[in-house]
């Protein structure tokens, strides 16, 4: 029991340090908050003090004479104490702001710079919510938490030092109380914080659910799964409520015990108190102030429950975080990694393996060299891991074994940016953001003219369509381009990679569903874009394969035949088979 303690309290001091280390740009403000924290909580401490000294010296002499000016000063304090306090808040809450919005950009930048495979495993809302309401938990911690924190803290104390200059044995009394609340807080510690890290946990997991289902809702419309995505959202749902409820009945819970506390202490009082001062050990004054900082104790040992809390969950909301910023990416750059001279775009690639994590291999071995400006058709069953081989190329992943080389060097060599600028790539699903087809086009290169971006959209085949349109290239598309054809996007994303002119082109089954007219234009467009630069193409369509300059099959992860059309086409291999089929279908097409 004893041992796990001591390491979760351990761990959550680490995170908490590391937490404030992101305050160090702000350290001289930091400082000043300090000084001010202190100078306030010292002022709200003389307040009892004033009305002792009225009490003692004047109300009990019937003097009244010196009244006015010791009320004046009651005034003053008060004014002056909460004007502080006030600036105080101000003052934090602009550190923490600014200490949240350094954090949120740091991890968005990391995250920026993971490589795809943690995004394979990683869902996109539980990121999301780390990112912005992960990090607003944690502005609490430097604001709001440590303010209080710490004035309760410098209030405890305090008052400890002035009752017992005071009265010895009320310091004494005052201490006795001391443990029973460090008991009750620490006991209620152990109990809220696994209950509120599941609690962060659940509500990631139901942002996660919920981004899912609107990213897909055609799918989940098509299939009319609405009732069962309900249910499963339902059940999430259900889950954090309970929980939210749980917390929040385990910090009830511990109040009673507090108000407990706070009786046992007002009691305690009034009997020594009241001996003391029978004995006259003690004045009235001195008891009534003693009884007003009891007051000021209530305020910490309550405020310490939800205190704690927010403490714990900005804990465990920083070790979210920082489990994120420390994973590292599996695609590193090397330290003196270089920018890619001009390359003509030779690719070797030299007894590659890759397997993904946890799976067994899925290419094996594979010796291809592609020469500059040459275009290559890969083709292969569903599933043969052609899509995986071109993501080796930009480094999406790194092979398990052997190498890539550009131009004869390893591409682990450069810069990852650098090496991804000069391969254009367009995926089998393309990727639109919302905004004009002109920004779409210019994502890579967003300074181009309207000339430049014209004339990619010409060589993409897409600039006729795109002109037709009424607003041409100010045509807003919709998130993800959902108002414009499989085809459509395509012909776009070419264009976008075009205007780059990266001297390396791949393109992951462009045509896959698209229609015969649009195949077409596809086909003209790839031809255009393929023109002196290294092309590789992963299709099945007998023009694809016709144009290429060799063909490469990918079987189960092997490479079974590498060669120009008419030499596979003598083999009897996949690649007959798969062309006579085709050709074949084909003919009888032409023939209806
Ligand atoms: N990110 C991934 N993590 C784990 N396995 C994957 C991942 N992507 C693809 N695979 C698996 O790798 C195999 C090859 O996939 P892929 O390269 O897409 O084949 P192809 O493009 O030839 O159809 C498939 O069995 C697929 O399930
Ligand atoms: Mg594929």
Redesign the pocket.
């Known amino acids: 029991m004893a041992q796990p303690n001591t390491t979760e309290k351990k761990d959550t001091l680490k995170i908490i340090w590391r937490l404030f280390s992101f305050l160090k740009p702000y350290s001289l403000l930091v400082g000043l908050a300090f000084l001010l924290l202190i100078v306030s909580t010292l002022l709200s401490l003389v307040t009892p003090i004033i009305t002792k000294t009225a009490i003692d010296k004047y109300i009990l002499c019937y003097n009244f004479s010196g009244l006015p000016k010791i009320a004046l000063l009651l005034l003053l304090v008060t004014v002056f104490q909460s004007v502080l306090s006030s600036f105080l808040r101000v003052l934090t809450e602009y550190i923490s702001q600014n200490t949240v919005h350094y954090l949120r950009k740091t991890l968005y930048e990391h995250l920026n710079n993971l490589s795809i ?1 943690f995004f ?1 495993w990683s869902k996109t809302g539980e990121l999301m919510a780390r990112i912005t309401s992960d990090t607003s938990l944690v502005g609490r911690l430097y604001g709001f938490a440590s303010i209080n924190m710490l004035v309760n803290f410098l209030t405890l104390i305090g008052i400890f030092v002035v009752v017992t200059i005071w009265q010895p044995l009320l310091g004494l009394l005052y201490l006795a109380l001391l443990p029973f609340v460090y008991l009750a807080m620490k006991a209620y510690a152990l109990k809220v914080r696994p209950l509120w890290r599941k609690n962060r946990e659940a509500s990631g997991e139901i942002t996660a659910l919920m981004q899912e289902v609107i990213t897909s809702i055609r799918v989940v419309k098509l299939f009319g799964k609405e009732n069962a995505e309900l249910e499963r959202f339902g059940a999430k749902n259900i889950e954090v409520r309970d929980l939210l409820i749980d917390t929040s009945r385990t910090s009830s819970f511990w109040m009673p015990y507090v108000g407990f506390l706070t009786s046992v202490a007002s009691a305690l009082v009034l009997l020594i108190g009241g001996f003391l001062v029978i004995d006259n050990k003690l004045t009235i004054g001195t008891l009534i102030a003693y009884t007003s900082y009891l007051g000021y104790l209530a305020r910490p040992i309550r405020q310490s429950g939800f205190l704690i809390n927010m403490i714990q969950s900005s804990a465990s909301a920083g070790e979210r975080i920082f489990e994120l910023l420390d994973t590292v990416s599996k695609v590193e750059e090397k330290a003196d990694a270089k920018e890619v001279p001009s390359v003509k775009g030779k690719l070797s690639f030299i007894n590659v393996s890759f397997a ?1 994590p946890n ?1 067994k291999l ?1 290419l094996k071995n594979i010796n291809l060299e592609i020469e500059a400006g040459e275009t290559l058709a890969l083709v ?10 071109i993501s080796l190329i930009p480094r999406f992943y790194d092979p398990s074994q052997g190498e890539i080389r550009l131009d004869d060097v390893n591409i682990k060599e450069y810069k990852l940016k650098s090496l991804r600028q000069k391969i254009g790539f367009v995926l089998q699903e393309t990727f639109l953001f919302d905004g004009t087809i002109f920004d779409n086009i210019a994502y890579g290169k967003p300074l181009s003219t309207l000339e430049e971006v014209k004339s990619v959209a010409k060589a993409a085949e897409i600039a006729d369509f795109i002109e037709s349109l009424p607003k041409g290239y100010d045509t807003e598309i919709g998130e993800r381009g959902v108002r414009l054809s499989g085809g459509q996007r395509q012909r776009i994303a070419i264009a976008r990679v075009l205007l780059v002119n990266p001297p390396i082109l791949v393109l ?1 089954e462009p045509t896959a569903n698209i229609d015969a007219g649009t195949e077409a234009k596809m086909e003209k467009a790839i031809l255009n874009v393929s023109k002196n630069r290294t092309t590789i193409v ?1 299709a099945h369509r007998l023009w694809a394969l016709k144009n290429a300059d060799r063909i490469a099959v ?1 079987e189960n992860g092997k490479l079974t035949q590498v060669g120009t059309h008419q030499e596979l086409y003598q083999l009897d291999g996949f690649y007959a088979k798969a062309y006579k089929e085709q050709a074949l279908d084909f003919s009888r097409e032409e023939e209806i």
């Not at 292969?380 to 081989?389: E, F, N, Q, R, Y």
């Open positions: 495979g394979d993904y799976t899925l292969g069953p569903t599933g043969a891991g052609k899509s995986t081989l992951d992963i990918l």
